[in-house]
């Protein structure tokens, strides 16, 4: 009897513990890529229209980057795959997602043109629109900067940004898109049922690891 009740104790453990910890972006998401960007802050908006979630809430206008040098696809009504630069990536070229982290958070007053060149710099190469005018030494300095400090930069502050690749495999430009590490809520009951039930397995498990030794 007291082996079946460690056992439910357990698993209501390890079911609490994998609910709290598997806030993750949506599966997919529906997005209107517009270009040019309507914003001086970013190369182009990007508004998600369907599929969000409190990771990637709808709408917002993010502030969004080019991540390919072609332009294909853009303008509303595409359902992409959204990326964690963080973490798992999609099937693109090798960019280094910690420096262009660490760029979108320290933009130090440079303007898109020069912050889209230094991203183009970490993913595939530099390249140039001639609409978008930059100067070189802001560019460099960008580069400069992340080079020194963001090799290892990983945002995880709330209010910091990091990079949401936007994917779609067939015929659609990749985006990039600056999310906002979000404020964690006071949890409503249902969701701080949770925790507490992990903390009533994990009591439980040893309160039976200690009658066993008595």
Known sequence: MKKMKFGILLVIAVLALVSVASAALPASVTAAVHFPAGTTDAYFDVDVTNGGNFDLPNGNNYLGWCADSKIIGLGSGNVYT????R??????HTVDWNKVNYIINHKNGASRGAIQQAIWYYDNGRTTWPGEPYLESEVQALITDADANGATYVPSVPGEKYMVILWKATNVQPVVIEVPIPEIPVPEFPTLA???????GVVGAVQYVRARKE
């Not at 949770?194 to 009533?200: D, E, G, R, Y």
């Open 82 to 85: 959204p990326y964690d630069s």
């Open 194 to 200: 949770l925790p507490i039930a992990m903390m009533i």
């Open 87 to 92: 973490g798992t990536l999609p099937p693109m």
